[in-house]
């Protein structure tokens, strides 16, 4: 046991002298980040990365940081944890609050430890926020926010002043955003409750407007904040969004099959049956609840219903429900992987390989991504027993690979000034920037409902006009008989 406890001793005081003989720092040494859609095999890459170069796995999936309800946030299995270490999984209470700052120092504490230990830290997980809140430096703890955490407990939040504003409409909110922060208002849209929220308890919390720090961590960039990682390599899981699709909806199904309506109903008798029956509303905006699944399956959960064919109605469409918001959630990955990191400008260079057809997965996605780290990372005496010559590199396997192009940046990001707009054509619809503004108004659906506006408004001219000319014809007829009498 001392011999082991030295060794480990020895191993860390190496690394940590060559950070200082050197002048290096953590942000000095490789990272791989894997990206990628969810269902797309993000984890199955990075398992498959950490198993031959000697990584470990940090989890950047908000909803699996979270103790238990494996099934409906799809952790890795108990004998996948055992190919790797992996980091910030399953450690937090369910009902607890974890914000984006909370992982941002948790994280960078895993990526020193391992870096300690001569191990290539790996991130993977589909909350891309959180993966951009370890690539740039864009995020300004507040005060109460400074204080110090562990690997095993988070900040506490002011659950007096949370209570205060979950009750609030979100309309109630906006007004209070505008008065206390009217350029962060003007970013929002006033339906974007968690947005809002957090804002303001910014404020509250820092006595800072949250578009003044904002500004101060990105300069006149809409996204932005200087690069932490510049040693890192972005691998991004592509599939067909067809076959993606498919996926996404057997993988709902074998939750099914696998005992996801038990894990709901567990969940819901501990947490959500006491607010209905006191009265309140479910709560799906806090901690493990906005995972997709609770929300959807909410009126099989709450409703009373006798009728077995009317409860499996109800099952089906839930099911039904989690397939289309899980459909959804992976193009908005998609959108916000090409949007805020493929197309920054000041990023880094985002690599994809495709997982369509698994029976050829080493040839489309493992071996390109192997291929790939021996010449995108630089990595001198980081990981132990891996660099530029070492034998993982020197596969067979790997000689007729063709090197993988950085993804093409596009320039059609949306930076036009956010403006507030409303549509009061397309029933009081929000529009925050130019260029939103601008595809709306050109776009067929409020074409059609305008012209559709503009006959019932030619129609009402015309029933008026006629109005009018029936009154004048019926007032000049009276004015002839009243002239008639008179004489």
């Not at 009018?468 to 019926?474: G, Y």
């Amino acid at each position: 046991m001392l011999l082991n406890l030295l060794a480990r001793f020895i191993k860390s005081h190496k690394v940590s002298s060559l950070f200082n003989i050197n002048k290096m720092s953590m942000y000095d040494g490789p990272i791989v980040v894997v990206l990628g859609a969810t269902g797309a095999g993000k984890s199955k890459l990075a398992l498959d990365i950490a198993s031959r170069v000697n990584g470990e796995i940090i989890n950047a999936d908000s909803m699996q940081v979270y103790k238990g309800l494996d099934i409906v946030t799809n952790k890795v299995t108990p004998e996948e944890l055992k190919i790797c270490e992996h980091h910030l999984i399953g450690f937090l209470s369910p009902l607890q609050e974890y914000t984006v700052i909370d992982f941002q120092r948790q994280a960078l504490k895993a990526i020193e430890k391992i870096q300690c230990r001569r191990k290539l830290p790996i991130i993977c997980g589909g909350t891309n926020y959180y993966i951009e809140a370890i690539l740039w430096k864009f995020l300004t703890p507040t005060n109460k926010e400074q204080l110090r955490i562990d690997d095993t407990s988070v900040r506490q939040v002011d659950d007096n002043s949370k209570k205060e504003l979950e009750v609030l409409s979100s309309t109630e909110l906006y007004e209070i955003l505008d008065k206390v922060d009217p350029k962060r208002a003007l970013s929002l849209h006033p339906h974007d409750r968690r947005k809002i929220i957090r804002s303001i308890e910014v404020y509250r919390q820092s006595g800072q407007k949250h578009s003044d720090i904002l500004k101060l961590q990105t300069g006149d960039q809409r996204i932005g904040g200087p690069l932490l990682f510049k040693n890192a390599c972005l691998i991004y899981v592509d599939c067909d969004r067809e076959i993606l699709n498919e996926r996404i909806n057997k993988r709902v199904d074998k939750m099914v099959e696998t005992g996801l309506i038990d894990e709901l109903k567990l969940f819901h008798e501990d947490y959500n049956k006491d607010r209905l029956q006191s009265g309140l509303q479910a709560d799906y905006e806090r901690g493990i609840f906005q995972s997709i699944g609770f929300k959807e399956f909410h009126d099989y959960l709450t409703k009373e219903v006798s009728d077995n064919n009317e409860r499996n109605v109800l099952l089906n469409e839930s099911i039904e429900r989690m397939k289309i918001s899980t459909r959804q959630y992976a193009k908005y990955q998609r959108k916000w992987i090409r949007n805020r990191i493929v197309n920054r400008e000041n990023g880094l260079a985002v690599y994809a390989v495709d997982s369509s057809d698994p029976s050829i997965w080493d040839k489309t996605a493992l071996f390109p991504s192997l291929k790939l780290l021996h010449t995108a990372l630089q990595w001198g005496e980081w990981v132990e027993n891996i660099n530029k010559t070492s034998d993982i590199f020197k596969l067979d396997e790997l000689k007729n690979i063709v090197n993988i192009e950085p993804m093409t940046a596009e320039s059609n990001t949306d930076l036009s000034p956010r403006v507030k707009r409303v549509c009061h054509i397309c029933n009081g619809q929000i529009f925050i920037t130019d260029k939103e503004w601008q595809i709306h108004i050109t776009s067929k659906r409020h074409k059609k409902i305008q012209a559709s506006q503009k006959r019932k408004l030619k129609n009402t001219v015309n029933i008026l006009s006629n109005h009018e000319k029936q009154l004048q014809k019926k007032a000049k007829e009276t004015l002839t008989e009243s002239t008639a009498n008179d004489e």
